[in-house]
């Protein structure tokens, strides 16, 4: 395993040093200039879309119109984003590039919010129908928006490997570690067990297909959420005094206004970029999956709940992570990774022993939701590949070994393949979007100036004639036909 991992980490020093964080960077600023900080200036219309239902719908408007709410969309991208690299991946940023890391985790969220307003946009405007569903995301604005065939074939594959097998493997790993810490037995044995039984019930709601992953995310999400929340405000309110001195060391840290001994500027500035990447995940092409399937009247209003996914997960979930690990720990940067076990021991730091206990809960949940999250992002593509039902059930299967899988590989090795695969859709991702997001701007001019007209904002695609191999924006669905009408009643 040490070979592979040499090798593979060898390849990710060169992605992550000299191509991915300045392309996220660059696209991220791009983005932002070119939507006049959408990311910034409509977080307002971000917690309108999140709660918006179908005009004219009742409790569940996706047994009626089908596709799914778009809460539900946001639950489902919210489950891959807020997971283990929220608890995990923070740690090792933290304990590998110092606080510092933590700033260049917000900057990249921020910029990040404007490429997922993109990605997301494009993913609304070409998704397809699926049955009584939609679906969609970066292999369909590929074939459909650039008539890039390869690449979107390319593409589907990388997210495919990365979202069904190694992110899956991280969610477990991280799931077996707490585990481990609680019950102070590490053993392949322990492990072993653990991961035979997360794989059941992943595979028994993962059989069951998007609207049972969607059912239990949007159960899930919000309580793991909350719960974890509320324990980190905890620990931020107790230490309200050290506050101000936490923040000066993440800030000059991140500057290189004060060095760590192996925890330089780069180092702080690559590990909040990759760890910012895994938790957040925007421009990385895996969002707009989820995006495509909720029932909207307008594509700009997923780009708008994305936006805000982003930010929920970095800005606060993240945030929370990094302030118990300072506050609660007094540790030596720039050594090796430190993954969950980190969390836990700053949170009993603080809170006595059922603190390790209480992480090993919450993980439990958080990783279990990316798991279904990121099962669902990966099915999506496989989907676009092949309409095989056997290829799809070969596929469940192996995704149900790499759950298993995760509980007994070693972190550094599971968390080499996930930079590798992320780095290698960033970069399919961002090459697409560039050239696309003149259509995504056209689609957010198109979205203000219905609401400045006081419309509550429907797209048809005779609006933007222009724009082709658009197959579902023809206003024969009932939620786009009774926005429309309504549309035409104020003219």
Same mark, same amino acid.
């Given at each position: 395993?040490?070979? +592979?991992?040499?090798?593979?980490?060898?390849?990710?020093?060169?992605?992550? &040093?000299?191509?991915?964080?300045?392309?996220?960077?660059?696209?991220?600023?791009?983005?932002?200039?070119?939507?006049?900080?959408?990311?910034?200036?409509?977080?307002? #219309?971000?917690? %309108?879309?999140?709660?918006?239902?179908? @005009?004219?719908?009742?409790?569940?408007?996706?047994?009626?119109? !089908?596709?799914?709410?778009?809460?539900?969309?946001?639950?489902?991208?919210?489950?891959?984003?807020?997971?283990?690299?929220?608890? *995990?991946?923070?740690?090792?940023?933290? #304990?590998?590039? !110092?606080?510092?890391?933590?700033?260049?985790?917000?900057?990249?969220?921020?910029?990040?919010?404007? /490429?997922?307003?993109?990605?997301? &946009?494009?993913?609304?405007?070409?998704?397809?129908?699926? !049955?009584?569903?939609?679906?969609?995301?970066?292999?369909?604005?590929?074939?459909?928006?650039?008539?890039? /065939?390869?690449?979107?074939?390319?593409?589907?594959?990388?997210?495919?490997?990365?979202?069904?097998?190694?992110?899956?493997?991280?969610?477990?790993?991280?799931?077996?570690?707490?585990?481990?810490?609680?019950?102070?037995?590490?053993?392949? /044995?322990?492990? *072993?067990?653990?991961?035979?039984?997360?794989?059941?019930?992943?595979?028994?709601?993962?059989?069951?297909?998007?609207?049972?992953?969607?059912?239990?995310?949007?159960?899930?999400?919000?309580?793991?959420?909350?719960?974890?929340?509320?324990?980190?405000?905890?620990?931020?309110? /107790?230490?309200? $005094?050290?506050?101000?001195?936490?923040?000066?060391?993440?800030?000059?840290?991140?500057?290189?206004?004060?060095?760590?001994?192996?925890?330089?500027?780069?180092?702080?500035?690559?590990?909040?970029?990759?760890? !910012?990447?895994?938790?957040?995940?925007?421009?990385?092409?895996?969002?707009?999956?989820?995006?495509? &399937?909720?029932?909207?009247?307008? =594509?700009?209003?997923?780009?708008?709940?994305?936006?805000?996914?982003?930010?929920? $997960?970095?800005?606060?979930?993240?945030?929370?992570?990094?302030?118990?690990?300072?506050?609660?720990?007094?540790?030596?940067?720039?050594?090796?990774?430190?993954?969950?076990?980190?969390?836990?021991?700053?949170? #009993?730091?603080?809170?006595?022993?059922?603190?390790?206990?209480?992480?090993?809960?919450?993980?439990?949940?958080?990783?279990?939701?990316?798991?279904?999250?990121?099962?669902?992002?990966?099915?999506?593509?496989?989907?676009?590949?092949?309409?095989?039902?056997?290829?799809?059930?070969?596929?469940?299967?192996?995704?149900?070994?790499?759950?298993?899988?995760?509980?007994?590989? &070693?972190? =550094?090795?599971?968390?080499?393949? *996930?930079?590798?695969?992320?780095?290698?859709?960033?970069?399919?991702?961002?090459?697409?979007?560039? =050239?696309? #997001?003149?259509?995504?701007?056209?689609?957010? @001019?198109?979205?203000?100036?219905?609401?400045?007209?006081?419309?509550?904002?429907?797209?048809?695609?005779?609006? +933007?004639?222009?724009? %082709?191999?658009?197959?579902?924006?023809?206003?024969?669905?009932?939620?786009?036909?009774?926005?429309?009408?309504?549309? %035409?009643?104020?003219?």
């Amino acid at each position: 395993m040490t070979f +592979l991992e040499n090798i593979v980490g060898t390849f990710n020093d060169g992605l992550w &040093t000299f191509v991915v964080p300045w392309l996220l960077v660059g696209a991220g600023i791009f983005f932002a200039f070119r939507t006049a900080l959408v990311q910034l200036r409509m977080i307002p #219309s971000m917690f %309108k879309s999140v709660v918006e239902r179908p @005009k004219g719908t009742g409790a569940d408007a996706d047994e009626e119109y !089908g596709g799914i709410s778009a809460f539900k969309a946001f639950t489902i991208s919210a489950a891959s984003r807020v997971g283990t690299g929220n608890v *995990a991946g923070v740690a090792v940023a933290i #304990s590998v590039g !110092g606080p510092g890391a933590v700033f260049w985790m917000w900057i990249i969220a921020i910029l990040g919010g404007a /490429t997922s307003f993109i990605e997301s &946009t494009l993913a609304q405007l070409w998704k397809v129908r699926d !049955g009584d569903n939609y679906r969609g995301g970066p292999a369909y604005y590929m074939k459909k928006g650039l008539g890039w /065939t390869p690449l979107a074939v390319v593409f589907s594959i990388a997210i495919a490997f990365t979202f069904g097998f190694v992110y899956q493997a991280f969610q477990t790993n991280a799931i077996a570690e707490s585990l481990a810490t609680s019950f102070g037995n590490d053993s392949f /044995t322990f492990r *072993a067990i653990v991961g035979v039984i997360i794989a059941t019930v992943s595979g028994f709601i993962i059989f069951g297909g998007v609207q049972r992953i969607a059912n239990m995310t949007q159960i899930i999400v919000p309580f793991m959420a909350i719960a974890y929340l509320v324990i980190g405000l905890y620990v931020v309110v /107790t230490n309200i $005094d050290a506050v101000p001195g936490v923040i000066s060391d993440i800030l000059s840290h991140a500057l290189g206004f004060q060095q760590i001994a192996g925890a330089g500027l780069g180092a702080a500035m690559m590990q909040g970029i990759q760890r !910012g990447l895994f938790s957040n995940e925007a421009g990385e092409g895996s969002a707009p999956n989820a995006a495509a &399937t909720a029932t909207v009247s307008h =594509p700009v209003k997923q780009g708008l709940v994305q936006t805000l996914g982003v930010y929920f $997960d970095t800005l606060v979930v993240c945030s929370i992570t990094a302030f118990i690990i300072l506050l609660g720990t007094d540790m030596e940067y720039g050594g090796e990774a430190e993954g969950v076990s980190l969390t836990q021991m700053a949170l #009993s730091n603080q809170v006595g022993d059922w603190g390790i206990h209480l992480v090993t809960f919450i993980l439990f949940f958080l990783a279990f939701s990316s798991i279904l999250g990121n099962y669902y992002l990966a099915e999506a593509n496989v989907e676009y590949l092949t309409e095989s039902r056997t290829w799809l059930f070969l596929f469940r299967a192996v995704v149900i070994f790499f759950i298993w899988f995760g509980a007994v590989g &070693t972190l =550094p090795f599971v968390f080499a393949l *996930a930079d590798t695969g992320a780095g290698t859709m960033v970069i399919l991702n961002i090459a697409a979007i560039i =050239p696309l #997001s003149g259509v995504a701007i056209k689609l957010l @001019k198109n979205f203000n100036q219905q609401r400045r007209q006081g419309i509550d904002p429907v797209f048809h695609r005779d609006m +933007l004639p222009e724009i %082709k191999n658009i197959e579902v924006w023809d206003g024969s669905d009932p939620v786009t036909r009774r926005s429309l009408d309504d549309l %035409k009643a104020k003219e």
